[in-house]
């Protein structure tokens, strides 16, 4: 083979194996960027996130069709931080309203490793009396505890199930010098803004 034809399949080959092992962008890397502000903290949503009043939030749920079981978890949760009677701010996706996360206002947690499990515990058995009671099957993906220079952080991650229909729920509680910040994330494609809770905890 003359050499010259060599030097092209031999480079032709190269761009190829190149293109096949190059990492692809899953997840939130995947999604263009809005940041949200929430009490002095900044955190990154996916683009076509806004913010929204539990008003219309309720009104937008509603109508959503053959979705009901989905609504009354959804409608749940918002009554669930609105009972915690402290600041909160709900941002929707505009293109589909299933895809929300709460952020509000939370008691500042001395966390070490006992307590955090603690607080995992406490938080997972919630789930379980919320699962029964709305007829939906929770399973957990994990449930971890992590810290920053300036943070504490208890994540617990679920996939929530209904006949074929399935949800995944990311809970946050955020821990610092200057207050605590939970998040309650919901959606349907499986991203639970860890690195964006990250850099608030680092901030």
Do not use: W
């Not at 919320?130 to 952080?153: D, L």
């Amino acid at each position: 083979m003359p050499m010259k034809k060599f030097l092209l399949l031999l480079t032709s080959v190269l761009l190829v194996s190149c293109q096949i092992f190059e990492p692809k962008k899953e997840g939130f890397a995947k999604f263009s960027k809005n940041k949200i502000e929430f009490k002095n903290n900044t955190i990154v949503l996916t683009s076509d996130y806004v913010k929204a009043t539990p008003e219309d939030f309720k009104a937008k749920i509603n109508l959503l069709e053959g979705e009901l079981k989905f609504k009354n978890v959804a409608l749940a949760e918002l009554k669930k931080i609105e009972n915690k009677k402290v600041d909160f701010e709900l941002f929707v996706d505009a293109t589909n309203i299933q895809n929300y996360v709460f952020i509000y206002t939370c008691d500042f947690y001395q966390f070490d490793e006992h307590r955090a499990a603690r607080v995992v515990q406490a938080l997972s058995d919630q789930i379980k009396d919320e699962a029964n009671i709305q007829e939906v099957n929770y399973k957990r993906i994990h449930g971890r505890y992590f810290f920053t220079p300036t943070s504490k952080v208890v994540k617990l991650k679920y996939l929530k199930a209904y006949k074929k229909d399935r949800r995944f729920q990311t809970e946050y509680i955020v821990a610092s010098k200057s207050g605590g910040v939970g998040l309650l994330i919901s959606n349907l494609e499986d991203i639970d803004f860890e690195n964006s809770v990250k850099r608030i905890a680092s901030k």
